[in-house]
């Protein structure tokens, strides 16, 4: 059974950088896989902000790009999101994502952009 486990998050003062991680079980490739960052703000849909391919290619949309950078260590089942010059508007729980035949997600972690 695929599960994704996210410790951490918690407060993060404007302009920190906080380093969220994802470690999964069950997954048999892992390298295989693409993997993926989602984040939910209060009252808003949940977005996509960072993807990496099994290859090792990356993608992020423009409200974050040059600021997160999704990275992956397949020896240990575990993919990161280094997220910098956060803003309060990056406030939001951060999910990571999979899709093997069908979405497995992990059960999120808060951060909270605030001085």
């Known amino acids: 059974q695929v599960q994704l486990v996210e410790p951490g998050g918690g407060l993060v003062q404007p302009g920190g950088s906080p380093r969220p991680s994802c470690a999964a079980s069950?997954?048999?490739?892992?390298?295989?896989?693409?993997m993926r960052w989602y984040r939910q703000a209060p009252g808003k849909q949940r977005e996509l902000v960072a993807t990496t391919t099994g290859g090792g290619g990356t993608n992020y949309p423009d409200p974050v790009k040059g600021r997160f950078t999704i990275s992956r260590d397949n020896a240990k089942n575990t993919v990161y999101l280094q997220m910098n010059s956060l803003k309060p508007e990056d406030t939001a729980v951060y999910y990571c994502?999979?899709?093997?035949?069908?979405?497995?997600w992990g059960q999120g972690t808060q951060v909270t952009v605030s001085s």
């Open positions: 069950g997954i048999f490739t892992f390298s295989i896989y693409p």
């Open positions: 994502n999979v899709y093997i035949i069908h979405d497995y």
